[in-house]
Structure formats: structure tokens, C-alpha cells
């Protein structure tokens, strides 16, 4: 990787990457009669999001659209804010500092670079940009301060330092190689960085235009998938296809260099012209112009996202060993939204790329408010970073967003009058577990909520893994999404080893495994298109969260993190011998994760769910009254 100097602000577009980066060392600033508690803050792109930090421990983070309800929420995260406060026991005025997770002067820098390169055809991306990058971003301080009303200190980060930030400081590595990859942040595409102690210190990164991101949210577009919230779909779809596009990608859209660097081929792009990530050039190449949304998915799209998957597999797993040969470390920390690609970093593993790997479950922009908070704390304020047991990390299962008493749960059924059983801890995980194995679909909200994208046992839908039509039952009755798309299972992890090759644990869902050889059943695929014809076709013992391609993205669950969920787990293995369930999130296609009682009980409600568990509380559908609402429900989202 080689290429800009160090100073952003002389680097133009297309230039590649940087070296070393002595300006993005953190200064520590040693502080009198502190508090301890600093404030993260994401936002104004897609999925803000606040999260406290006291002394280098994690209180609370929360994501914004788990309380407005809007999907990928990108406003102001002040619920989000005031949950965090509130789980602190703390008011805005006892915080030391409010970071962002950005720093606005930069983004509006390349945007201002971006479009100057480009000339007037580079109007529309800017006319789109600008509100937020000459308005609220420029005046975030007197935001802050309007919102919180009192006069905190605010502290600014680089998007990319934040991620990398937030994968280094909760890992539980005392140094290790970072790799953050996204679409973009500021000016930073792809960022490799090492961590030491409380030290995070940037390397090399390669900059905007050229983002491994925006190339695979360009085959997200034209799979006729929303770019920012429907690349999961494409790596969802990739194994039903053939990566017979990949040599195209490669001889055509993308130079890739031994080290994992690269350029794109910018005549083949529109994002710097305009709001669609593709042109005519790039349609050529990729035999046709994009898929209409919600029209029915061809081989052509399959074989797409398969090469892309391919390609970007191909880049990574070269960066991993290229920070590992200039770092001498084999732990490994990834952030960025392209770490949310947990085949590629399954395949980190399985072809040994790295010795240890831990990914940040907020690895998206969400994530970027906890690592702007972690690094103030301990970069900045110099807090040491917590002890971490032997097995463990520092973010505690990702269990840290907001929770509900078993008082507020029963106070909202009470004021509502819906009927409902109170059940204790062994008795829940013994009903949930008895429905679950007569093949009824769960809602289940207990304990604190997760942060990030994963439903990890908090807020999640659960269902029979050992029912070849759990699949698609739930995803066209429950969820409301395509058929094609595949289940997570979560699995106890003292039997990770009798289903999954795994090798290590997976508590955050972020990684793709092979299921064992012994539990596969024959599967001939044959010539048709027809997904759900797939879909439904069993695959092994485990059929609903075994992929077309024999793979499942896996959660490996202990009783120490969570103990209520590990105990259903448990339960179902007794009753029917298998330590492994269907894990979905809970929600419907278009809605965020639930967050509250009311969230829960009204999807419960509008869905096939069977059976609602909040907290000690356990609701059977058939009792329950009418559920009416005007119009219909599925108009209020826009159903991507």
C-alpha cells in the first residue's frame, strides 16, 4: 500500500493509500476531578447511535432506530443518549466529554476534493451530501450542548480510528493488527492499524474513491438490493450462485495488488457523478442493467453476488496476512461495515490467516459511537483499559443496551389487560423449550438488548432447527422477507464442535462455518431457480440453518453471558437430543429490532409467532384479545 502523504488535506482523490500517520496518535490528557464518563455519539449518516464508557468500562450503548423505529435511523440519537444517561445513573453535566465519531471538517474536505475532480458532473452526489456536511455536522458542538443543555467539552475522532478503536479496546488482545473496511469515512476506505495497551496507532490505509465497500455495494445495486442495508442479502444469495463474474471484477472493475491494496477502475462507477453507485460502462461488464427491487431473482444475480463474495474474500484474507507480516502479531481485530461480512471472515480462519480473531459486533457505523468513547477514555484520559478474564472480551456478550424489569413488563400487560403467565427462570427455559420442539415460532425479549445488527438471544425469534420448513415458514410468515434468505443458529457451545467446524467460539454471530460431514444429508441442488424449491430441500439434521452451500453463520452461547437464553438451549437438547435452534431477529422485514414490551407484544401480534416471552412473562397467542389497527400494518415500512 503506498501512495498519500500524510496530510489529508493535500491528498486528492485517487491517489491510493497512506503510510504512517503520526497525526492520528492520540495525546493523553491527564484530567483533575473527573468523572470518568465519557459520551460516544454516531450520526447523520445511517444508524447513529450513543454509548457510555466510565473509567475504560462499558456502561450502556444503544442504536437510535430501536427507539424511533426507523430502520437505520441516522438522526441525533437523543433517546439513544438519554438511555445511556440513564443506565450511567448520571446527567448530562457529570460527562467529562462528548466525542464524535467523525471529524466533519475532513468529510466536508473530500466531498469539496470529490467533486472539484469531477466538475459539474459531480453535482448531484453533492447536492445530496451537503445539508449534512455544511450544516449539522459543522455546528455538532452547539448541537450537543443545545440537546444535552449544559456546557460538556467536545472531542472529535476520525471515522476509521473510531472503528478501529472500537474493535482493539473491548477485544481481549493486549496487542494486536486492526483492519476497518467500509465505504468511506472522511477520506479513509480501508485503514490497517495495531493496537497496544491503550495505544491504537494507524499504519496504512487506502482512500476514496477506491472502497472495497462502495465495490461491493455497487453488485448490491444491481442485484436490485438497497446500497447501505441490503449487502447482508447479497452475501445471503452468494452461495446459489457461481463466481463466474469474478475474473471480470478483477480484469476489469479492480486491480489487486499481493498486499490486499487495489484501485477501482472509475469509468466503470457512478458514484462520483451520481447517486447511483453504477453506470452504463459497469452494466456492460456485468451482462445487463440492475434487477427491479422485489422482481424475482435470476442465476445472473446468484452468480454475481457469488463472484463479488469471491473477490472481496480475495482482498481480505491478502490484507490479514500482509498486516500480519508487518505487525509480527496473528491477533487480529476487525470493524467496518465489511466486517459484517462473516463469510469472509469465516474463511479468515479457515485458511489460517490470522491465530486469533475478534470482531466488533457493532461493526458498523453504530459501532463508531462506542470506539469515539473508548478512545477519549483511554487515548485521551488515559484510563486503563479493564482486566479481562482468560476466554473472554471486554463488551460482555454485547448485552449492554437497554432492559426492562419484570415490574414494567407486567404494569404494560396489566394497563392493556392482555393475558399473560409468570413463570421463573427454570420454568421459562422449560416451556420455551417445550414449544420450540413442537415446532411453534417464539418471541423472546429477555435481559438487556443487544448492540449491534445480531439478534443474540435479548430480542430474538426462535425456532425448531430440526424442521426442514422452518426456513421458509418464518421468513414468509414471520418475517416477511425473500425465501433465499438464510437462518443463523445458535448452538450451546459446549457442542459447537459436534455440528459446526468451528474451532473457536462465536458469541456475536459473526462468523460462517461448515456443519460436520457426519450431520450432512445428500443434497443435489439439480438445474432449477426456483429458491424456495431449494430452500426447502433438507440439507442436514439441522435443516433450517444449514445454507444451500452446506455453511451457517453461527452462535456459539455459554451460560455466563447469558444464562436464561443458554438455559433454553439446554432444555431443548434434553427433550430432543440436539444443543442447536433457529436465531433470528425480532422484528419484520423493514422494522427495527424490538426494544420495548410495546414493540414486542405489537409484532408478536402482527406476525405467526406462536408464543411471546418478556422477561418472566410468557404470552400464548391463542389468549390473546383482537389485535386490530387501521390500514395495513405493512404500509408503515418500506419493505427493502
Same mark, same amino acid.
Given at each position: 500500500?503506498n501512495?498519500?502523504?500524510d496530510?489529508?488535506?493535500t491528498?486528492a482523490p485517487?491517489?491510493?493509500a497512506?503510510?504512517?500517520?503520526?497525526r492520528?496518535?492520540?495525546?493523553?490528557?491527564?484530567?483533575?476531578?473527573?468523572?470518568?464518563?465519557?459520551l460516544?455519539?454516531?450520526?447523520?449518516?445511517?444508524?447513529?447511535?450513543?454509548?457510555l464508557v466510565?473509567?475504560?468500562?462499558i456502561?450502556?450503548a444503544a442504536?437510535e432506530e430501536?427507539f424511533?423505529r426507523?430502520k437505520?435511523?441516522?438522526?441525533?440519537?437523543?433517546?439513544a443518549?438519554?438511555a445511556?444517561?440513564e443506565?450511567?445513573?448520571?446527567?448530562?453535566?457529570?460527562?467529562?466529554?462528548v466525542?464524535?465519531?467523525?471529524?466533519?471538517?475532513?468529510?466536508?474536505?473530500?466531498?469539496?476534493?470529490?467533486?472539484?475532480s469531477?466538475?459539474?458532473?459531480?453535482?448531484?452526489?453533492?447536492?445530496e451530501?451537503a445539508?449534512?456536511?455544511?450544516g449539522?455536522k459543522?455546528?455538532?458542538?452547539?448541537l450537543?450542548?443545545?440537546?444535552l443543555?449544559?456546557?460538556?467539552?467536545v472531542?472529535?475522532?476520525?471515522?476509521?480510528?473510531?472503528?478501529a478503536?472500537?474493535?482493539?479496546y473491548p477485544?481481549?488482545f493486549?496487542?494486536a493488527?486492526?483492519?476497518?473496511?467500509?465505504g468511506v469515512?472522511?477520506?479513509?476506505?480501508?485503514t490497517?492499524?495495531?493496537?497496544?495497551?491503550?495505544?491504537?496507532?494507524?499504519?496504512k490505509?487506502?482512500?476514496f474513491p477506491h472502497?472495497?465497500?462502495?465495490l461491493?455495494s455497487?453488485?448490491?445495486?444491481?442485484?436490485?438490493?438497497r446500497v447501505?442495508s441490503?449487502?447482508?442479502?447479497l452475501?445471503?444469495l452468494?452461495?446459489?450462485?457461481?463466481?463466474?463474474?469474478?475474473?471480470?471484477?478483477?480484469?476489469?472493475l479492480?486491480?489487486?495488488k499481493d498486499? !490486499?491494496?487495489? +484501485?477501482?477502475?472509475? /469509468?466503470?462507477? @457512478?458514484?462520483?457523478? $451520481?447517486?447511483?453507485m453504477?453506470n *452504463?460502462?459497469?452494466?456492460?461488464?456485468?451482462?445487463?442493467?440492475?434487477?427491479?427491487p422485489?422482481?424475482r431473482?435470476?442465476?445472473?444475480?446468484a452468480?454475481l453476488?457469488?463472484?463479488i463474495?469471491?473477490?472481496?474474500?480475495?482482498i481480505v484474507i491478502?490484507?490479514?496476512?500482509?498486516?500480519?507480516?508487518i505487525?509480527?502479531t496473528r491477533?487480529?481485530c476487525?470493524?467496518?461495515?465489511?466486517a459484517?461480512?462473516?463469510?469472509?471472515?469465516?474463511?479468515i480462519?479457515q485458511?489460517r490467516?490470522c491465530?486469533r480473531?475478534?470482531?466488533?459486533?457493532?461493526?458498523g457505523?453504530?459501532?463508531?459511537?462506542?470506539?469515539?468513547a473508548?478512545?477519549?477514555?483511554h487515548g485521551?484520559?488515559?484510563?486503563?483499559r479493564p482486566?479481562?478474564?482468560? !476466554?473472554?472480551? +471486554?463488551?460482555r456478550g /454485547?448485552y449492554? @443496551?437497554?432492559?426492562f $424489569?419484570?415490574?414494567?413488563?407486567? *404494569?404494560?400487560?396489566?394497563?392493556?389487560?392482555?393475558?399473560y403467565?409468570?413463570?421463573?427462570?427454570a420454568?421459562?427455559?422449560?416451556?420455551?423449550?417445550?414449544?420450540?420442539a413442537d415446532?411453534r415460532?417464539v418471541?423472546?425479549?429477555v435481559?438487556p438488548?443487544?448492540?449491534?445488527p445480531?439478534?443474540l438471544?435479548?430480542?430474538?425469534?426462535?425456532?425448531?432447527?430440526?424442521?426442514?420448513?422452518?426456513?421458509s415458514?418464518?421468513?414468509?410468515?414471520?418475517k416477511?422477507r425473500?425465501s433465499?434468505?438464510p437462518f443463523a443458529p445458535?448452538?450451546?457451545?459446549?457442542?459447537?464442535?459436534a455440528y459446526?467446524?468451528?474451532?473457536?467460539?462465536?458469541?456475536y454471530?459473526?462468523l460462517v462455518?461448515?456443519v460436520?460431514?457426519?450431520?450432512?444429508?445428500?443434497?443435489e +441442488?439439480?438445474?432449477?431457480?426456483?429458491?424456495?424449491s431449494?430452500v426447502?430441500?433438507?440439507?442436514s439434521?439441522?435443516?433450517a440453518i444449514?445454507h444451500v452451500?452446506?455453511?451457517?453463520?453461527?452462535?456459539?452461547v455459554?451460560?455466563e453471558y447469558?444464562?436464561g437464553?443458554?438455559?433454553?438451549?439446554t432444555?431443548?437438547?434434553k427433550?430432543?437430543?440436539?444443543g442447536?435452534?433457529v436465531?433470528?431477529?425480532?422484528?419484520v422485514?423493514?422494522e427495527?429490532?424490538?426494544?420495548t414490551?410495546?414493540?414486542?407484544y405489537?409484532?408478536f401480534?402482527?406476525?405467526?409467532?406462536?408464543?411471546?416471552?418478556?422477561?418472566?412473562c410468557?404470552l400464548e397467542?391463542?389468549?390473546?384479545?383482537?389485535?386490530a389497527?387501521?390500514?395495513?400494518w405493512?404500509d408503515?415500512?418500506?419493505?427493502?
Amino acid at each position: 500500500m503506498n501512495g498519500h502523504p500524510d496530510n489529508p488535506s493535500t491528498a486528492a482523490p485517487g491517489n491510493g493509500a497512506t503510510t504512517t500517520s503520526p497525526r492520528r496518535t492520540v495525546r493523553r490528557k491527564p484530567v483533575e476531578d473527573r468523572t470518568g464518563h465519557v459520551l460516544g455519539i454516531s450520526a447523520f449518516y445511517h444508524d447513529s447511535a450513543a454509548a457510555l464508557v466510565r473509567d475504560g468500562h462499558i456502561v450502556s450503548a444503544a442504536q437510535e432506530e430501536r427507539f424511533s423505529r426507523k430502520k437505520h435511523d441516522p438522526r441525533f440519537p437523543g433517546n439513544a443518549i438519554n438511555a445511556c444517561l440513564e443506565a450511567g445513573e448520571i446527567e448530562a453535566e457529570d460527562l467529562d466529554a462528548v466525542v464524535f465519531y467523525e471529524n466533519p471538517v475532513l468529510t466536508l474536505d473530500r466531498a469539496v476534493r470529490s467533486v472539484a475532480s469531477v466538475g459539474q458532473d459531480g453535482m448531484a452526489p453533492w447536492l445530496e451530501g451537503a445539508p449534512g456536511m455544511l450544516g449539522i455536522k459543522l455546528f455538532f458542538e452547539r448541537l450537543v450542548r443545545d440537546e444535552l443543555q449544559c456546557d460538556v467539552p467536545v472531542l472529535y475522532s476520525e471515522h476509521h480510528l473510531s472503528h478501529a478503536a472500537s474493535a482493539f479496546y473491548p477485544s481481549p488482545f493486549e496487542r494486536a493488527g486492526i483492519i476497518v473496511v467500509d465505504g468511506v469515512g472522511e477520506w479513509a476506505t480501508t485503514t490497517l492499524a495495531v493496537g497496544e495497551g491503550q495505544d491504537v496507532r494507524v499504519l496504512k490505509e487506502i482512500r476514496f474513491p477506491h472502497s472495497l465497500g462502495l465495490l461491493y455495494s455497487a453488485f448490491t445495486q444491481v442485484c436490485g438490493f438497497r446500497v447501505n442495508s441490503g449487502e447482508y442479502k447479497l452475501m445471503g444469495l452468494a452461495p446459489y450462485g457461481k463466481p463466474r463474474y469474478a475474473d471480470v471484477i478483477r480484469n476489469e472493475l479492480v486491480d489487486i495488488k499481493d498486499d !490486499g491494496s487495489f +484501485r477501482l477502475d472509475m /469509468s466503470r462507477f @457512478g458514484f462520483m457523478q $451520481s447517486l447511483s453507485m453504477t453506470n *452504463a460502462a459497469f452494466h456492460d461488464i456485468v451482462g445487463g442493467t440492475p434487477r427491479e427491487p422485489e422482481s424475482r431473482i435470476t442465476q445472473r444475480e446468484a452468480d454475481l453476488a457469488a463472484s463479488i463474495q469471491a473477490v472481496t474474500e480475495e482482498i481480505v484474507i491478502k490484507m490479514v496476512a500482509h498486516l500480519a507480516a508487518i505487525t509480527g502479531t496473528r491477533d487480529l481485530c476487525l470493524a467496518g461495515g465489511v466486517a459484517l461480512n462473516c463469510v469472509a471472515n469465516g474463511k479468515i480462519l479457515q485458511q489460517r490467516a490470522c491465530e486469533r480473531l475478534w470482531i466488533q459486533p457493532a461493526a458498523g457505523d453504530a459501532g463508531g459511537a462506542l470506539g469515539a468513547a473508548m478512545l477519549a477514555a483511554h487515548g485521551y484520559f488515559g484510563s486503563p483499559r479493564p482486566p479481562v478474564e482468560p !476466554g473472554r472480551d +471486554r463488551q460482555r456478550g /454485547s448485552y449492554i @443496551g437497554p432492559s426492562f $424489569s419484570n415490574e414494567e413488563v407486567r *404494569a404494560f400487560l396489566d394497563v392493556n389487560d392482555y393475558p399473560y403467565e409468570v413463570l421463573d427462570d427454570a420454568a421459562r427455559a422449560t416451556r420455551v423449550a417445550g414449544a420450540l420442539a413442537d415446532g411453534r415460532i417464539v418471541g423472546y425479549m429477555v435481559g438487556p438488548a443487544e448492540f449491534g445488527p445480531r439478534a443474540l438471544g435479548a430480542r430474538s425469534i426462535l425456532g425448531d432447527a430440526r424442521n426442514a420448513e422452518t426456513q421458509s415458514v418464518m421468513n414468509l410468515k414471520v418475517k416477511y422477507r425473500e425465501s433465499f434468505r438464510p437462518f443463523a443458529p445458535s448452538a450451546l457451545a459446549e457442542q459447537r464442535d459436534a455440528y459446526f467446524d468451528l474451532g473457536c467460539d462465536s458469541p456475536y454471530m459473526l462468523l460462517v462455518a461448515p456443519v460436520k460431514d457426519d450431520i450432512r444429508l445428500p443434497f443435489e +441442488r439439480g438445474d432449477e431457480e426456483d429458491l424456495i424449491s431449494i430452500v426447502n430441500k433438507p440439507r442436514s439434521s439441522v435443516p433450517a440453518i444449514t445454507h444451500v452451500d452446506y455453511s451457517a453463520r453461527v452462535q456459539t452461547v455459554d451460560g455466563e453471558y447469558n444464562p436464561g437464553y443458554h438455559a433454553v438451549l439446554t432444555e431443548f437438547e434434553k427433550l430432543t437430543g440436539t444443543g442447536v435452534i433457529v436465531n433470528s431477529s425480532f422484528n419484520v422485514r423493514g422494522e427495527p429490532m424490538v426494544l420495548t414490551p410495546q414493540d414486542a407484544y405489537r409484532c408478536f401480534m402482527r406476525t405467526d409467532i406462536d408464543v411471546l416471552v418478556m422477561e418472566n412473562c410468557v404470552l400464548e397467542k391463542t389468549r390473546q384479545p383482537a389485535f386490530a389497527e387501521e390500514g395495513d400494518w405493512r404500509d408503515e415500512y418500506e419493505l427493502d
